[in-house]
């Protein structure tokens, strides 16, 4: 595909925005549409029109393999030891442990969701974006 | 030959499908009335889809995240090693 | 913590995989990865523990973060799931064992195998159709890595074939699970069990079809004739403590998956078809299997073939061809595992894929050829080894003459097979090349064997690396030792099997179905007669006729027609065809 000047300026200038959005839609994903799978997907898709339009060595730059790689495991690591502590407590695997406030919030009232999804999103957005930058290879598409 | 073989088979298919997917079929609304009823008091999400898939049924979400980290796992691993043979 | 709750068995190979992901970016890689199977060894703790309970009749359960059925999900260990979880644990921790031989597989791979065994856990003690869907497609994506592991051209063609039908027919499960979703207004398996049986809903048509797409999708993981098509090359192809993983235990998983969902249901109308196929899937396949030359693939077919064993057993829907099924499921379970580990060393040791190629290793190898015969005489049913005992209890309670004796025909076809795969582990002389033995075996038989792919000279025979390595010899010593015991104590094991599936601690529906079915099993059942004077004369006549199948087999007229089936390699898309095929079987029976 010949790079242009046209797709080169819209990506750089949608990306923020497309980052934007996808944090929104991990942590306000308990109040409103959204929820980690959905915002780190979209996030992930901001990395992969950079990606296209600056090929995938250029944002590798910014967003190394391996740090991506890291974040992923991360996720997970914390996302089972959260698991594990519920167990632990008594609670039960994967129980709520941050029981929620009984007011409602502007931000959040379910303290629990609301970590699961920013953990959640890590992972996705991570493990998305590094699917698609291994796939496109050093060169880029 | 082989074609007029594939186009029955998905003939068939649709059919099972189809089949399986008309009818009446009276609403089954307990499981959704307990979701609707307690979904904010349990779990404090107001978006009650978050209320399932990071309340009720938080480990089939667990369950997903594995599928992706497993698949993202063995993308790097078959692409990093390029095929030994 | 409460060590009875059966979510640890899943909580502890899913820290093992932590570990081993983790332990990818440490230097001494082995150190993460006897981390990785020692966790999953420990799940030994909570079976032990929980072992007292289940076997009591009543059934443990769990609730997933506290959340309770309809709308969360619950975890439930019967005495049946407890056995399908020993068999996990149990021939899991002996292959991630083996799996340290040669120091090939480092923490990516224990990874993927700790990832394989939480989901088998998954699917076995979960109380709710959709985490099954969601741990069938754990294990399809674990599967479909491990098999393709080594990057060979052969092995990743056999994992794409595998994850193509897998996730069709993961698919087809979740259709399934919305069909029963929108009657039923319930996911949990228990829920599903009491709306059937109350609301009368086991005979409407929309609950048989959303049975048959479950059955579907769950088919292609228990591989019985029509969807077998993927396994030989999977299983053939994959690496060899893999090919254990997945013959040994992950087919039978996906199998007590199936029976259940069939129970929950109280589909006894599908009884009769199930029983037909377990009989054509034992014979079809076994005839396959006979032809083979290469040795993982005969294996494999081997595999198939006593799966339909187990699926006739289920079919004949009696409380003794339950113990038949479990019974047989734990045997196979046993000696497959043995059987490939052992396969692989042998592949190592002798250079070839080809069993006519093989030189004898009996007098280099004497360990792995006794652990050969071990393995080869429990699945040609030879009195003590397990293959006896539980063959014999599968087959003597199927009712069906007609399926009894095509059963029976299989074993005479199992001890053919595993002649010619026996005299691998024969004394014969030691020779450079692998040609000079296959001629000495041509000498034995009177039968030019020419083929271009006997042909080809194996001259790396002699001068490979040829010393077993202490893992590997380990694992398959615990197995072969298990194989043994299970053998000799195989009448008290028997009774004590049946006196678990005739006292609770099952779904209510077996009951319901025993004693459906109580009239028609007249023959009162006896795991006490199995070394009874009868039994051995018959196995006696099986291995005799199975001696002489054999000679004709490997006849030169034999071996033209041998060579022809096993030149049947399905396409993909002829795989697709067979599943669309299962389907309408399946689907028809809805109907009938």
Known sequence: MRKTDVVDVAARKLAPYMFLFGLYLVSYGDISPGGGFQGGVVVASGVILLAMAKGSRAVAAYFPLHSLSLAETVGFALILAAAIAGLLMGAGFLADIVAPTGALRSITNAPFAFVMNILIGLKVGAGVSLICLTLFGESGP | ?85 | MNLSDPVLLIALPLAGSLISLVGKLLKREIVPCIAASVLVALSAVPLTVQAATVFAGSVLSSQLGGWGPPVGIGLRMDALAWIASAMIVGIGSVVLLSSFAGGEYRSRYFFFATILISGMQMVTLTDDIFTMFVGFEIIAIAAYLLIGFDQTDAGLLASLKYLILSTVGVLFFLIGVFLVYRDVGSLSISGIATAVRESGLANSRSIHLAVATLCVGIGVRTAFIPFHTWLPEAHAYAPHPVSALLSGVLIKVSLFAMLRILRTFEATYLNEMLLWIGGLTAIVSVVVALSQSDLKRLLAYHSISQMGYILAAFGAASAASYTGLYAHAVGHGLFKSLLFLAAGEIIHVTGTRNVYEMRPIGRSHPYLATMLIVGALSIAAIPPFVGFVSKQLATGAVGTPAVSYLLWATSVGTVASFVKVGRVALPGQQLASGGASREQGQAQQGSPLHDESFVNDNTSGGDRSTRIAPPSAIAMAILATACIAAGIYGERLAVSLSGILAGGGHDAAVEVEATRHAGADTTSYEPSDLYKGRKLLETLLIAALGAAVYALATSKRGHTITERISAIRPQLGSVLLFFVAGLSLFALFAYV
Request: charged share 20%; aromatic share 8%; glycine share 10%.
């Open chain 2, 1 to 85: 030959m082989r074609r007029v073989v594939e186009i029955i088979a998905v003939l068939v298919v649709s059919l099972i499908l189809a089949l399986a997917l008309s009818g009446e079929h009276p609403r089954q609304t307990e499981t959704k009335e307990a979701i609707v009823e307690n979904g904010l008091a349990d779990t404090g999400a107001r978006n009650l889809v978050t209320s399932v898939y990071l309340g009720y049924r938080a480990f089939d979400t667990f369950g997903e995240t594995i599928v992706l980290l497993v698949s993202v796992s063995g993308v790097i691993y078959f692409l990093s090693k390029g095929g030994k043979s």
